[in-house]
């Protein structure tokens, strides 16, 4: 079974707003990472955070992590129409020997 | 920049045929993954190397599907007999990892295989 969930499955916005997607997982982690995927190509990464970290940058993109919760937060701040596309959280696990499980995806609709 | 290949892009062909997916890796990168995707299962792994050696291809039907490295630059993955419910789009994905911590892997952008 998917190991992360994303919520929402898909999220309508303007250009210039903001995007929010969560990432909720069941069991302990030693990473968390984030995908973006462009209709009809592969993944693409975009950020990585360990367990030991609660929050993360790269220019428009914020991750923030609570492993208390075992959830997961990617912002993506004035968003770009070229920022339309499915959203995976992914999630590694000790022993598992760089193996990630991935979640379901969020749809982002960026609309000019 | 360095990509990973997959060919061929699309791939239409009839219940019972043998089907090759193939994949060359970043070069130096020491591990490779084959997953499937599929709108009703999502990303599902398949099997994946290390320095050439299957870790594990536990997410793979083991009758019909084969996964190799015949060397370094060239990951196969095969379906033989291929049937409808193997329609998916299958990724290849490689990366460079230690046993420390995890890194990002890096997507080919796929194979669409449709089984008539």
């Known amino acids: 079974s998917q190991q992360g969930e994303e919520d929402p499955q898909a999220l309508s916005i303007q250009e210039g707003e903001n995007a929010t997607m969560n990432c909720s997982y069941k069991t302990s982690i030693n990473n968390l990472q984030w995908y973006r995927q462009n209709s009809g190509r592969g993944l693409v990464h975009l950020i990585l955070i360990r367990s030991n970290e609660r929050e993360k940058h790269s220019g428009r993109l914020r991750v923030t992590l609570d492993t208390s919760k075992k959830s997961s937060s990617l912002l993506i701040t004035a968003s770009r129409a070229a920022d339309t596309a499915s959203y995976f959280c992914?999630?590694?696990?000790?022993?598992?020997?760089?193996?990630?499980?991935f979640g379901t995806g969020t749809r982002l609709q960026v609309t000019l | 920049d360095a990509r990973v290949t997959q060919t061929p892009r699309h791939k239409v062909t009839e219940m019972g045929q043998e089907v090759t997916m193939r994949c060359q890796p970043i070069l130096g990168h020491n591990t490779v993954f084959w997953y499937r995707q599929t709108m009703m299962q999502g990303l599902e792994l398949l099997a994946y190397f290390r320095n050439r050696a299957p870790l594990d291809d536990s997410g793979m039907p083991k009758d019909r599907f084969s996964a190799e490295m015949p060397d370094a630059t060239l990951a196969t993955l095969k379906i033989q007999p291929s049937e409808p419910r193997d329609s998916a789009v299958y990724f290849c994905a490689s990366g460079l990892v230690d046993l420390i911590s995890n890194q990002p892997q890096h997507f080919g952008d796929g194979t669409r295989l449709s089984i008539l």
């Open positions: 992914a999630t590694g696990h000790t022993g598992t020997a760089s193996k990630l499980t």
